[in-house]
């Protein structure tokens, strides 16, 4: 099984400054088909995970343009250019490559 | 939308059956997926299982004897059972869609905490 590792696990960080969380998988991400199928999830406080980026560094709907994701194989990173209050949570990265699927262990974002 | 119904306190050694009631898009169409996911409190996401919109399903490498997902397309809903229960097993479940289009969970329901306590 495919095991996602993120780090830093907690990330402090200064309103209006940048943030990035790095995730990285036991083995290659790249799918049979050529796609790489890695996805970024926010959870705040409460609520249920929500999908910020799919297939690497593709936003969802909706998803403020602060927020961007690259990486390829096994290294990825999800980049916000200038955090806001509204960033403070848990962030999961979380690989559909291949089955089982899996995610990381969480991020906690929070503010100085 | 989709939305998880089940009972909030379960024995251990019960079996535990979950439902996700969805609307917005239909389980028969090409290319479309509903899995389930869990998160012990306080703790990281843990997934479990998804089935197909052609009846395939797959699973937990380490849950898959006490698993069993199903749907009924009438009825939009997915059905997911668990047996044996433990304290462990306390958590948060949640359905999620996924398709095609982005090949991640797109859309959560709001999930629904399940105890497992004598």
């Known amino acids: 099984d495919i095991v996602m590792t993120q780090t830093p696990l907690s990330s402090p960080v200064t309103l209006g400054q940048p943030a990035s969380i790095s995730c990285r998988s036991s083995?290659?991400?790249?799918?049979?088909?050529?796609?790489?199928?890695l996805s970024w999830f926010q959870q705040r406080p409460g609520q249920p995970p929500r999908l910020l980026i799919y297939?690497?560094?593709n936003r969802f709907s909706g998803v403020p343009g602060r927020f961007s994701g690259s990486g390829a194989g096994t290294e990825f990173t999800l980049s916000i250019s200038r955090v806001e209050l509204e960033d403070v949570g848990v962030y999961y990265c979380?690989?559909?490559?291949?089955?089982?699927?899996?995610f990381g262990q969480g991020t906690k974002l929070e503010i100085k | 939308t989709l939305r998880e119904s089940g009972p909030a306190l379960v024995r251990p050694t019960q079996t535990l059956t979950l439902t996700c009631t969805f609307s917005?898009?239909?389980?028969?169409?090409?290319?479309?997926?509903v899995g389930w996911i869990r998160q012990p409190p306080g703790k990281a996401l843990e997934w479990l299982a998804r089935?197909?919109?052609?009846?395939?399903?797959h699973y937990s490498t380490s849950l898959r004897t006490r698993l069993t997902i199903s749907k009924d397309t009438s009825k939009n809903q997915v059905v997911l059972t668990m047996t044996n229960m433990d304290p462990v097993d306390t958590a948060t479940y949640y359905c999620?869609?996924?398709?095609?289009?982005?090949?991640?969970?797109?859309?959560w329901g709001q999930g629904t905490l399940v105890t497992v306590s004598s």
């Open positions: 999620a869609r996924t398709s095609t289009i982005n090949w991640s969970f797109d859309f």
């Open positions: 917005g898009f239909s389980l028969t169409a090409d290319g479309m997926y």
């Open positions: 089935i197909d919109w052609d009846g395939d399903k």
């Open positions: 083995e290659s991400l790249v799918h049979s088909d050529g796609g790489t199928y």
């Open positions: 297939q690497v560094s």
């Open positions: 979380m690989e559909t490559s291949q089955f089982p699927y899996a």
